[in-house]
């Protein structure tokens, strides 16, 4: 059956957030299905879709609680056919998506790292003691906090410009982002220095940008296959079935990264207690084909590993 292409009055919708890093995202996709297809941007729409997560600015989060607090919306949205496609950052996305809707198409992984953001300094080395660092990120907290005992960490929430105008207003001396939001939204004026993984082990999916559709949207379906990146799939399949494995549900701080080299994908992972006081790692190795296997082997061991305790901190 031949594919039918989108056309300006039959467009592509594509769903996402408003914030500037989502529509940064959603451009780049766009702009790869175009060249893909050798269609003009008006067989796209772009339809800004508000999530509960972006309503909710005045609380923490986790005081919120539930799953999918930024994608629950988008995903009614791809349900009811309102919009075709989904762009996500990767890293914001439960293990598993409700019946019907598919997630996997991935483009080219940015940078993975984090980076330290500061006009002080380049990195924590450069901190003094008890300095207040903000961040909202359960795992950078902890990962801080097990380097930097010292270390005061306030709630930081916000997209890149808000935690960026915090800084200024000195409510923290530094602060932590990912380079791939950076990158992404072209800020290179911001004081980031990458931060290399084995001293800061990134979240699972960091940098990754993944696409989301109806099952049984054929047109979505091949036009999603013209632009996935495998390497970024199988490295997304390795550190997913990690997370799946240690409940990514629970508030746990875990990081986790997979690479791939002849043949061959290497699994890094992380759990940490929420004050930083624990630290369980462990790396793997399997044929890139056992991608899947090799995480959710690594995420049973680190949580049989972690003694009793390790996850209530509530
Ligand atoms: N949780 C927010 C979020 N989700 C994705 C990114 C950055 C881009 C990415 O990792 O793909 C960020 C901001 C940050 O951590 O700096």
């Not at 997560?53 to 949205?77: A, C, M, N």
């Not at 809707?101 to 940015?110: F, G, M, N, Q």
């Not at 696409?211 to 054929?218: C, G, L, P, Q, V």
């Amino acid at each position: 059956m031949a594919l039918t292409l989108p056309t300006p009055t039959e467009p592509l919708k594509i769903g996402t957030r408003g914030s500037p890093l989502a529509l940064a995202q959603a451009w780049e996709t766009r702009a790869r299905l175009a060249e893909a297809f050798a269609l003009e941007e008006v067989a796209f729409e772009i339809v800004v879709i508000k999530t509960t997560g972006d309503r909710i600015q005045d609380r923490p989060l986790k005081e919120v609680g539930g799953k999918g607090l930024f994608t629950k919306e988008i995903e009614e949205d791809l349900l009811s056919g309102a919009i075709d496609i989904a762009v996500h950052s990767m890293k914001d996305m439960p293990v598993a998506q409700p019946k019907g809707l598919l997630l996997d198409t991935y483009l080219p992984r940015e940078d993975v790292r984090d980076a330290f953001i500061s006009p002080h300094g380049s990195s924590l080395v450069d901190l003094e003691a008890g300095a207040t660092v903000g961040t909202s990120s359960l795992r950078r907290r902890a990962q801080l906090l097990n380097a930097r005992p010292d270390l005061n960490v306030v709630e930081f929430r916000g997209n890149v410009q808000t935690r960026l105008r915090k800084l200024e207003e000195n409510v923290a001396v530094a602060t932590f982002l990912a380079m791939a939001g950076l990158k992404r939204l072209g800020m290179t004026d911001v004081p980031a220095t990458p931060i290399a993984t084995e001293e800061m082990l990134p979240a699972v999916a960091q940098g990754a940008i993944g696409i989301e559709r109806r099952a049984k949207d054929t047109r979505a379906a091949e036009m999603l296959s013209a632009i996935h990146d495998q390497a970024t799939g199988q490295r997304l399949l390795a550190e997913r079935a990690f997370l799946a494995a240690l409940d990514g549900s629970c508030e746990t701080p875990i990081a986790g990264l997979a690479e791939i080299g002849g043949g061959i994908i290497t699994l890094r992972g992380e759990i940490l207690r929420v004050d930083g006081a624990d630290r369980l790692a462990e790396v793997s190795s399997a044929p890139v084909e056992d991608a899947k296997a090799l995480g959710k082997t690594l995420g049973k061991y680190l949580k049989s590993a972690a003694p009793n305790g390790f996850f209530d901190w509530k």
